[in-house]
């Protein structure tokens, strides 16, 4: 037998890992294999603002989930509602003001504002269609449950006359209807706001005028009715009933307009634009945020949703007033603003709803009796919540408040509750003669009125309040307690990856290290000193804050390749709530550089995952492994690889309170 070896211009090599497959006769059936994408070609990456759409329609997948109680179905709907609203006031209007300003700069991906645009409303709309589809789904589930939303056909003579009394009472006095002749412009339509479109007739003379009736975000849009009278049909006495805001103002519009008659009405919800920018350079720098913030009110109007049913030349008219760009109409067949369906979730049927989950407290305090300075000075504790309670951390404040031998209480405030417990521990603490500081961050999006008001009530307590970094956002959680214990000092910190918020805490998984370590304690020392431009960032053999200038998962992933190189395993494990961008991809995916896979959790990503493009990008991003997993409880941030270390730390692990994306990292 001869063997002949093959030309070497027979055939092109096949890439590592492939193999030749036997002839097939379906084979001419398959779809042709995808062209290749250069390692440096923008197809590598997915759109930025398109992939967080995909990703919010998984939370409206889960609404789908026959395996979740209805209500909680019910709510993933409302989530997905209100987080496309929020993207379009944001990420949206940043695009619609580039592409004004005429700023043509591709995206990572290669599209143009222009086209990011297109593309954005084309996916909204179908995703807003699945929106419905789910809610019209759920809603005839829930009345099956006996949950139910009645349309004004459904009410009985006893409901209409509830119904009007309670509108009387408490709608009739916060409603304000607004005439718009020559003599009385159109007026100010607030963000996220119902407005009921109106041409009225008069019945003197037939005249005709337009009207506007802002609904009261005051008053709850859906109402619930009161229970049926017992000795109706079985079950009756147990059903949940509601009516929406929008059909009682319908069925009471006589009393608003006495003396017309409704010819032509429609509802219309307008978003504006939220994303507006703060002047860094100001002397007094909260007074410049609260004129930001009053500008961000009046932004322009970047999405007008209007029913189906409302007349075209009334949708006209009111995208003129506006000034709302044509594309950015939005006609619904449905209810607008899914958002509200949250009302409708209530508490008094819990077998509708997911079962309570009681977080523990974690047992090495208890075993101390509730000291956490005794607890922490014998061993470093880290909790996982919301599976650990975050009570822990409240008393954690509250028992440095409350100790005679603490001196000092520098806190971070990024994100808090209305009443929090931790500004209360705060106040407590300045009472009682103690040295409290407190950074909170004017940054913290759609909650700067909040921390605004915040400050100022601290303040007043004796607070000393700072605002940190004007160019940068302090995104960091940190609590240090200086305590006199003996002839000596001793520092106690607290560092988190969410916010000290207890309510969302409640959902959100994240972690928090309670440490007595006097290098990590200094560099949370440091990291308020730094803010009040008391100490240089220069390094005084602190960890922690020379490895903060470069961020771990996007700026030295180089030496994640070190202890492969030695013979030990190798890859990072990267939890994030974003993943990173473009240039921060390329440093964690280079093809054929050992050590530099990572696998992560995300919301949004931005590089195409292997089975969707050819050779050799697949080489690209078949080190990156990702999994998306919107559920119950979202949003730990994460970061691990082995470096070049020795056993016993078989890696380092780094704790953050912000996700990946390269805008984050940059400020």
């Known amino acids: 037998m001869t063997i002949r070896r093959p030309s070497k211009t027979a055939a092109p090599p096949r890439p590592r890992g492939c193999c030749r497959l036997p002839a097939c006769p379906l084979a001419e059936a398959l779809p042709p294999a995808l062209p290749a994408i250069a390692p440096d070609s923008p197809d590598r990456f997915i759109n930025r603002e398109l992939s967080w759409l995909d990703f919010n329609s998984r939370v409206l997948e889960e609404a789908a989930n026959p395996r979740h109680p209805l209500l909680e179905r019910l709510r993933f709907v409302a989530i ?155 079950g009756a006495d147990r059903s949940i009933r509601f009516v929406l805001l929008e059909d009682l103002i319908v069925l009471c519009l006589g009393r608003l307009f006495p003396g017309f008659i409704p010819a032509e009405r429609g509802l219309f919800r307008l978003i504006r634009d ?118 822990v951390v409240v008393q954690f404040l509250r028992q440095a408040a409350r100790d005679p031998n603490v001196v000092a209480i ?12 931790i500004a209360r521990a705060l106040i407590e603490a300045a009472d009682s003669g103690k040295s409290v500081t407190a950074m909170v961050e004017l940054k913290a999006r759609f909650d700067e009125e909040r921390n605004i008001a915040l400050s100022r009530e601290l303040e007043a307590a004796g607070v000393q309040v700072v605002f940190g970094f004007v160019e940068l956002k302090t995104h ?13 000092m001793r520092s106690y910190a607290h560092f988190g990856t969410g916010n000290y918020h207890p309510i969302t805490a409640r959902i959100y998984t994240d972690l928090s290290f309670f440490t007595a370590d006097p290098g990590l304690t200094r560099d949370a020392a440091r990291l308020f000193q730094l803010h009040d431009r008391l100490c240089p960032a220069g390094d005084d053999g ?72 050819a050779w050799p990008v697949r080489e690209h991003s078949r080190e990156v492994h990702c999994r998306a997993l919107p559920g119950t409880f979202a949003d730990l941030r994460l970061r691990q690889w082995p470096p070049a270390a020795q056993p016993p730390r078989p890696g380092l692990h780094f704790l953050g309170g912000l996700d990946g994306a390269e805008h984050g990292l940059a400020r």
């Open 476 to 488: 960091a959680k940190v609590s240090l307690v200086v305590r006199r214990e003996g002839q000596a």
């Open 80 to 234: 997905s509602s209100s987080n496309l609203d929020e993207f379009y006031s944001v990420r949206v209007a940043g695009l619609i003001g580039q592409e004004r300003a005429g700023i043509a700069s591709p995206s990572p991906d290669g599209r143009t504002p222009s086209q990011q645009m297109a593309a954005i409303h084309e996916r909204a709309r179908s995703l807003i269609a699945d929106q419905h589809r789910e809610w019209h789904t759920l809603r005839r589930l829930l009345r099956e449950a006996g949950v139910c939303l009645l349309d004004a056909v459904g009410l009985s003579e006893a409901d209409r006359t509830w119904l009007q009394d309670w509108f009387m009472e408490r709608v009739f006095p916060v409603l304000t209807p607004l005439a718009v002749d020559p003599a009385h412009p159109f007026p100010f339509i607030a963000n996220l706001a119902l407005c009921m479109a109106l041409k009225l007739v008069r019945e003197e003379d037939g005249g005709t005028m337009r009207a506007l009736l802002p609904l009261p975000p005051q008053v709850d849009r859906f109402i619930r009715l009161p229970s049926p009278a017992p000795g109706g049909a079985a």
């Open 542 to 613: 602190g960890p922690g804050l020379r490895a903060a200038d470069h961020p771990p998962g996007a700026a030295r992933p180089d030496r994640a390749g070190d202890p492969l190189r030695a013979g030990r395993p190798s890859g990072r494990h990267l939890a994030e709530d974003e993943q990173p961008g473009g240039r921060a991809i390329d440093r964690c995916a280079l093809p054929r550089q050992p050590g530099r896979g990572a696998r992560g959790l995300r919301g949004a990503r931005h590089l195409l995952p292997p089975p969707r493009h």
């Open 410 to 421: 520098k806190q971070t405030l990024y994100r808090t509750s209305r009443d929090s417990p």
């Open 274 to 391: 939220t994303d507006v920018g703060f002047e860094e350079e100001a002397e007094d720098l909260v007074r410049s945020y609260e004129t930001a913030l009053k500008r961000r009110r009046r932004g322009r109007a970047i999405r007008l949703s209007v029913t189906a049913d409302t007349p075209a030349d009334m949708v006209g008219f009111v995208a003129e007033e506006l000034a709302a760009d044509r594309t950015g109409v939005f006609v619904v067949d449905g209810l607008l603003g899914l958002s509200d369906l949250k009302q409708l979730i209530v508490e008094d049927r819990p077998d509708l709803l997911f079962t309570p989950y009681t977080p523990r407290f974690p047992e090495r305090i208890l075993d101390y009796g509730g000291d956490c300075f005794a607890a922490i000075r014998a061993k470093d504790i880290v909790v996982h919540h919301p599976y650990r309670s975050f009570d």
